[in-house]
T-cell receptor, first 115, second 111 residues
Framework: AQSVTQPDIHITVSEGASLELRCNYS??????LFWYVQSPGQGLQLLLK??????LVQGIKGFEAEFKRSQSSFNLRKPSVHWSDAAEYFC?????????????FGTGTRLTVIP | DTGVSQDPRHKITKRGQNVTFRCDPI?????LYWYRQTLGQGPEFLTY????????KSRLLSDRFSAERPKGSFSTLEIQRTEQGDSAMYLC?????????FGQGTRLTVV
């Protein structure tokens, strides 16, 4: 079945620690890949996207993600987490480059940052 | 503020009533999208406009749902005969290039 899986519902990290959020997809073709962040009371904000080329993608706020075709994964990383990174993170896949047409989102990972 | 604007931010309605939401995209963005997000879930795609043309519709968009973008600027999403299962956050996004910008959403509660 076609799906986007974020296996971690909730992750807690200490401020300054490194972070990795997992995302796996299952589709016949390799999709375009996105990570979004949603803070309380805020709209979804695009962190980064992968369409083609270099499999290590740099995004905003110091985030990066690596596309691994062999593992059907697109994990999000940050070397040092800040308290302001506490939010819900969504991985999404799509099949065109129009922006947000027919994106399939995972169920999200909630990040808590402790001092 | 030049972001995507949605109105109202919150709506409580009785089951069976009709509701309409409005989305004002970022000026000059020709593409507009509607998504629905229920508690604990990721957003689900509803529909996509390019200018005034509705190019994609999800199967989630039942016959009780209708979306319009009459002049290629703002868009409305109407839900007729609301049901409790319609309770959700309705998100609007717009794009010109490959990056979409989302609004803060309209939270609908059907009682």
């Amino acid at each position: 079945a076609q799906s986007v899986t974020q296996p971690d519902i909730h992750i807690t990290v200490s401020e300054g620690a490194s972070l990795e959020l997992r995302c796996n997809y299952s589709y016949g073709a390799t999709p375009y890949l996105f990570w979004y962040v949603q803070s309380p009371g805020q709209g979804l904000q695009l962190l980064l996207k992968y369409f083609s080329g270099d499999t290590l993608v740099q995004g905003i706020k110091g985030f990066e993600a690596e596309f691994k075709r062999s593992q059907s994964s697109f994990n999000l990383r940050k070397p040092s987490v800040h308290w302001s990174d506490a939010a819900e993170y969504f991985c999404a896949v799509g099949f065109d480059q129009t922006g947000a047409n027919n994106l399939f989102f995972g169920t999200g990972t909630r990040l808590t940052v402790i001092p | 503020d030049t972001g995507v604007s949605q109105d109202p931010r919150h709506k409580i309605t009785k089951r069976g009533q009709n509701v309409t939401f409005r989305c004002d995209p970022i000026s000059e963005h020709n593409r507009l999208y509607w998504y629905r997000q229920t508690l604990g879930q990721g957003p689900e795609f509803l529909t996509y406009f390019q200018n005034e043309a509705q190019l994609e519709k999800s199967r989630l968009l039942s016959d009780r749902f209708s979306a319009e973008r009459p002049k290629g600027s703002f868009s409305t999403l109407e839900i007729q005969r609301t049901e409790q299962g319609d309770s959700a956050m309705y998100l609007c996004a717009s794009s010109l290039g490959t990056q979409a910008f989302f609004g803060q959403g309209t939270r609908l509660t059907v009682v």
